[in-house]
């Protein structure tokens, strides 16, 4: 198998910063999606997008940072599920960037599906296909997800051909308008890209061929990640208009029976690495560690450059007025000092951690603590707002970070202090993190 393909690596990052920025400024911004005319009682869709903006934040995310970086150390699972999480990203900033209204963020949206669409290429075409028959033996749940993935394409095409054929056939044509201009560029897109997808990985593995796994990994990735989101935008639109959130309880099932499978799926591979590093594999807690400060600086990033490029509230609706009082005229430097400190420290730290480096367990204790202090000061400042509840996330994953860069150090010992006794450490660097954990 290829190394990952650097210019993939590289556009995935692209694709990573705009997803984040877009979906930080959706979830803060209430001016992102503009209302249809006239207005209603509730923004319909922008309540439906901040719920499919969350699941892209907290789960479509992190899952590809920490695939991509799987996929860099010679991970055939991690390869699949970055795959994966890129043909996601194609769906969203493709629907999002064709459908009205046009939005500030419509450039963002283009830039995200036009490099997720070349990385996704290049990552499929560094596999070789002919290999994959070894990598996944028996145990894969082939039949119960090839049954899966006819069922959701077949129930899919129902779903949209019965208003499609019977507007038809009453010759009902013309312009959409409104939130139904939004409905035609998703039945186009699903019928498109996700039931041939669907189709495609079903046949596959019914019939044993090679390139089954491939299709079949890409295809159930994208549907954990599609499933949560559909979840979150009906479940989230609902509580907006005060109807019941049950009603998001059938994507919700979807999306449990697509995780389940999907961990059937990847545990049946065999996933030693093409050539070895010299080192053993990250610990849960190195690995976590990993995840929750990915998630947080590549916010972090979006949220500077929102603040960096609208100081005076253009982009985050804050108020320059709540800056009274503070040495700062404008949001400009607090954007600077959230994008350098909050949002590329904790990418650093990462990295550290993802090398094994022995200051990276108290790196992490230092990123939790500096985002409590953060929020802390932001709600001295602009005071705290549950609408939405960003800062009581963050506020979580600041404890969490911290949480888990003690779990580090009491895992490492003194290794954090001085120099083990042995020349070299458990991961083949001096004083490096152990691989356990």
């Known amino acids: 198998m290829m190394p990952v393909p650097r210019p993939a690596a590289i556009l995935s990052m692209v694709v990573l ?18 209302e249809v005319s006239p207005a209603p009682a509730v923004n319909q869709v922008l309540a439906e997008a901040r719920g499919w903006s969350a699941a892209t934040l907290l789960i479509a995310i992190p899952l590809a940072v920490v695939s991509l970086g799987a996929a860099a150390r010679g991970s055939l699972r991690g390869r699949f599920v970055w795959l994966g999480s890129l043909a996601y ?27 997720a669409v070349p990385a996704l290429v290049m990552g499929v075409a560094s596999i070789d296909v002919s290999a994959l028959p070894h990598a996944f033996g028996e145990r894969r749940p082939r039949r119960a ?6 069922v959701f394409a077949a129930l899919l095409t129902l779903a949209w051909l019965r208003g499609i054929v019977s507007r038809t056939l009453a010759r009902t044509f013309g312009w959409p308008m409104g939130e139904d201009a939004v409905g035609h560029v998703v039945h186009a897109l699903d019928l498109g890209l996700q039931v041939p997808l669907g189709i495609a990985a079903g046949l596959l593995l ?30 989230w639109a609902a509580a907006a208009s005060g109807a019941s959130v049950f009603r998001a309880a059938p994507f919700a099932v979807v999306w449990g029976i697509a995780v389940i499978l999907a961990g059937a ?103 939790g603590t500096a985002l409590l202090v953060w929020l802390v000061v932001e709600i001295a400042v602009v005071g705290y707002t549950n609408h939405p509840p960003l800062q009581a996330l963050y506020l979580g994953l600041g404890a969490a970070i911290t949480l ?14 001085r120099r083990a006794s042995s020349p070299r450490g458990e991961a083949g660097r001096p004083g490096g993190l152990p691989g356990v954990g």
């Open 17 to 34: 910063l705009c997803a984040a920025a877009a979906s930080v400024v959706t979830l803060a911004w209430h001016g992102s999606f503009p």
């Open 89 to 115: 990203f194609v769906y969203t900033y493709l629907e999002f960037a064709v459908s009205p209204p046009f939005t500030a963020l419509y450039l963002l949206y283009v830039t995200a599906f036009a490099c």
């Open 145 to 150: 997800l090839a049954i899966f993935s006819l």
């Open 206 to 235: 019914l019939r044993r061929r090679a390139a089954g796994d491939l299709v079949a990994a890409i295809f159930i990735v994208n549907a954990v990640c599609m499933g949560a989101a559909l979840a979150a935008m009906v479940g």
């Open 265 to 367: 799926f990847f545990r049946a591979g065999n996933d030693a690495p093409q050539a070895s590093s010299g080192r053993s594999p990250l610990g849960r807690l190195a690995a976590t560690a990993i995840g929750l400060e990915s998630l947080l600086g590549i916010g972090a990033i979006g949220g500077g450059l929102a603040l960096m490029l609208g100081p005076h509230g253009e982009i985050l609706p804050l108020p320059v007025s709540a800056l009274t009082g503070s040495p700062f005229a404008d949001y400009f430097v607090p954007g600077a000092i959230l994008f350098a400190i909050i949002g590329l420290g904790p990418m650093g730290s990462a990295v550290l951690t993802w090398r094994r480096h022995r200051v990276a367990p108290l790196l992490a204790c230092a990123v």
């Open 404 to 417: 888990v860069g003690v779990a580090l150090m009491r895992q490492t010992g003194f290794r954090l202090l």
